[in-house]
């Protein structure tokens, strides 16, 4: 079958990279890609946000499967739109994209369902924002709404950090529509994790854990970022616990989402914090997460086509899902001065060399191809990941592939997979 990826990043050329090698795969698009899935199928100048171009290319390329892999597509609608002209689509619909697309919508459902989660409150007006969090004991977390594109989570450690970014948010409106509601939550203290399932409706089947590093500079310091590594499984949370974590965090809201005639169906991600207390739930995301996927991707065994058409049709199954034992571990590589300005257009080399390192494959986020080099497009540049038998092995081997890999400007952190370390 022809199949289309939605999404430009590092997540989508790994997804790119194992939807290739499927039996079921006639023709791969990518809209619009990179200079990673440029190698892999063609790229479709059609931007992840265009659901009426999206919906169009399908019908008239004969697309059998469609790829959503960020949210904004999902929460835009892509799902019915194609469902309407009997495309199917591997990511949720728009009713069940809220859990990403509004907090507000999915702390809800979180109190409703009882994952435990941290206490909260909403508010749509900023005066009674203010007056709540003057009442509120420090550091204190505020979120906008709606999607921010990762940027609309402040941890207020002072009560002028807070006021800030109410202001910001709802006043100045610095996320546009996004923060004109917002949610205050109490801070966790813990150490996060990142846990995802396949669902299909009625039947989940949990992923190997992974753990992100959302800072930008070493020991978690600095900005928040799309992620700038992540590493698979996560000693902080073992195998043997991902059924109880699957029954905590994923199936009360699965089975709330079917019995009320939503049922979810893609990939559920369940941010964690796993504190002294117990495990929180955070956030949910739609889909993969960016840099997880990489990981995820180097592990996953069984025919990722087979594993979404099981999930479109509700026919999934645990034994269709395998992963190899081998740990996994992505270091990003960065323009320097992302998250906030940075330069772009610089030429990348020594990606065949790292690709000569022992099971090593570098995953291309933002780059674009130049008559057949690839340069840097966006902030997030590129994924180097490898596999080991544990993790001390996997992790050097992608930074023995950082090593090798050169382009101006280049920024990356050196502490990846070091918790993870500490604790096996």
Not at 78 to 102: H, M, R, W, Y
Not at 265 to 288: C, D, H, P, S, W
Not at 340 to 368: D, H, L, R, W
Not at 389 to 413: C, G, M, P, W
């Amino acid at each position: 079958m022809n199949i289309l990826i939605v999404g430009a990043g590092g997540r989508e050329h790994a997804l790119a990279w194992k939807i290739s090698q499927s039996p079921l795969l006639d023709k791969l698009f990518i809209a619009p890609g990179n200079g990673g899935t440029a190698l892999l199928g063609t790229n479709v100048p059609l931007k992840d946000n265009d659901v009426e171009g999206i919906v169009a290319f399908a019908r008239d390329n004969q697309i059998g499967l469609v790829v959503a892999g960020p949210e904004l597509p999902l929460v835009l609608g892509l799902n019915e739109a194609l469902k309407a002209v009997n495309i199917p689509c591997f990511g949720p619909c728009t009713f069940d994209a809220q859990l990403e697309g509004s907090k507000a919508f999915a702390k809800n459902m979180m109190r409703e369902t009882g994952v435990p989660t941290a206490d909260f409150q909403v508010f749509d007006s900023h005066e009674r924002a203010l007056e709540y969090v003057r009442g509120h004991s420090l550091p204190m977390v505020i979120k906008a709404d709606g999607l921010a594109a990762g940027k609309g989570v402040v941890i207020a450690q002072s009560m002028d950090e807070a006021e800030e970014a109410l202001r910001d948010m709802m006043v100045t409106q610095v996320f546009g529509e996004a923060g004109q509601t917002v949610v205050v939550e109490e801070a966790l203290i813990g150490e996060e994790a990142s846990f995802m399932a396949f669902c299909d409706g009625t039947t989940i089947v949990p992923m190997p854990s992974l753990q992100d590093h959302k800072r930008i500079g070493d020991d978690d310091t600095g900005l928040n970022t799309g992620g700038m590594g992540a590493y698979s499984p996560a000693p902080i949370l073992p195998q043997e616990n991902y059924e109880a974590m699957a029954d905590l965090a994923i199936r009360p809201i699965t089975r709330h989402l079917a019995s009320i005639g939503q049922p979810f169906k893609g990939v559920l991600y369940a941010g964690l914090m796993i504190t002294e207390q117990g495990t929180m739930v955070l956030e949910y995301n739609v889909r993969f997460g960016d840099p997880e996927c990489q990981p995820l991707m180097a592990r996953l065994k069984s025919d990722l086509v087979e594993i979404m058409l099981a999930c479109v049709n509700g026919t999934l199954a645990p034994e269709l899902v395998e992963f190899h034992e081998e740990t996994s571990c992505c270091v990003v590589m960065a323009a320097l001065g992302y998250p906030q300005s940075y330069p772009k257009g610089m030429a990348i080399n020594g990606i065949e060399a790292a690709e000569q390192i022992e099971s090593v494959k570098v995953f291309q986020a933002g780059t674009q191809l130049q008559d057949g080099i690839p340069v840097s497009s966006g902030g997030r540049v590129l994924g180097v990941t490898a596999l080991g038998t544990d993790l001390r092995q996997a992790r050097e081997r992608a930074y023995q592939a950082v090593d090798k890999i050169h382009f101006e400007n280049s920024y990356y952190r050196k502490d990846i997979a070091n918790k993870g370390l500490r604790r096996s």
